[in-house]
């Protein structure tokens, strides 16, 4: 089935929702404060929290890739206190490289960009080949 870039597979909240969770979550506020914040479930974002941190290097290093194809003269995010972080740093300076490189992308969320990058796969990221 195919899915518009604002939903991810398996997920019933729209990817502007997760990734406001996971922006949130990046600055060090808990699962349930998330939760709170959106009016969600405390299990729902847990879980996105959880599947994200599992594969935050794999989007990392992604999103790295992305940045640097899209960038003229890419500025990499500074490192940040966690892996989560550091993933949602970069999901958002690729956004920003594709929205310079081509400015119609300004009216793209950053986590609906993602969604299309990767193929909806941004809480269940697998390196290439796999």
Known sequence: MLLPEVLWPRR???AEV???????AASGVGHRQVAAHLGLAD???????RRFRRRSEDVRRYFTVALVALADDP?????????LSDAVSVVAAAHRAAATKWPQ??????????????AGRVLTCTPSGS
């Open 18 to 24: 997760i990734g406001a969770g996971l922006e949130i």
């Open 12 to 14: 019933s909240d729209a």
């Open 75 to 83: 500025v990499m995010p500074e490192p940040t206190a966690s892996p």
């Open 43 to 49: 299990d729902t974002v847990r879980g996105w929290i």
């Open 105 to 118: 992308m300004n009216t793209v969320s950053r986590w609906a960009f993602a969604g299309r990058a990767i």
